[in-house]
């Protein structure tokens, strides 16, 4: 019988500890991929596990790295900027991005295809699948109409892996939750629930 799969849209809150990724991986699920967002120099470079800001702490849990293949749960990062550079004005340099934006859901994808373990997808989104991207727009890396095209490739991609797996779609932290805390914890079967309290 074909494990049943998720995608759980987490909308970060300050106050809720359920929303940080770093306390969710540290809690020990089982069997979840985390979606990051990360920059572009960092996304290349696959021996890179520095934790950066917001959910860019869990590069250092990244599959793509062959140290962390044979954990149970970990991350995948999107490129949504480059780290040394705007493209607010630089019209090849957004179209590079947006190549790696690709990139990054052509591995998505195929990590999901051949890992059939992994049940849970989990990234920062909202209740219309858009991408969370306040740390590189606030950054003045791309502008808000940039963002917007990146989030809404991003959120066709994903809407295909969604279909492609029939997963189903669960909302976490934001007005249209429709998971509870205890359901979440249950959800991605975490071991170490102390690291949330």
């Known amino acids: ?6 995608l759980i849209s987490v909308t970060y809150a300050s106050d809720n500890i359920l929303t940080n990724f770093y306390s969710l991986i540290r809690s020990d699920p089982e069997n979840t991929l985390f979606i990051y967002n990360d920059n572009v120099e960092q996304f290349i470079d696959k021996e890179d596990v520095t934790p950066g ?13 062959p140290r962390n293949l044979t954990v149970s749960s970990g991350s995948l990062g999107i490129p949504t900027m480059f780290l040394k550079h705007s493209v607010v004005d630089d019209h090849d ?12 859901l052509d591995q998505i994808q195929q990590f999901i295809q051949q890992n059939p373990r992994i049940e849970n997808v989990v990234w920062s989104g909202d209740e219309q699948l858009m991408l969370g991207m306040s740390i590189a727009v606030r ?22 892996i969604i279909h492609e797996h029939n997963m189903q779609i669960h909302m976490y932290g ?4 429709n998971l509870h805390s205890h359901d979440l914890i249950k959800r ?3 071991r170490n629930v102390q690291h949330l309290l």
Do not use: C, W
């Open 139 to 160: 950054s003045q890396r791309i502008s808000h109409t940039q963002s917007r095209t990146i989030q809404e490739v991003v959120r066709n991609r994903i809407m295909n």
């Open 53 to 65: 800001g917001g959910n860019g702490v869990m590069r250092m849990y990244r599959f793509d790295n």
């Open 93 to 104: 340099g957004f179209t590079q991005l947006l190549g790696y934006v690709h990139q990054a």
């Open 188 to 190: 991605l079967h975490i």
């Open 1 to 6: 019988m074909q494990t049943k799969r998720y």
């Open 174 to 177: 934001g007005p249209h939750t």
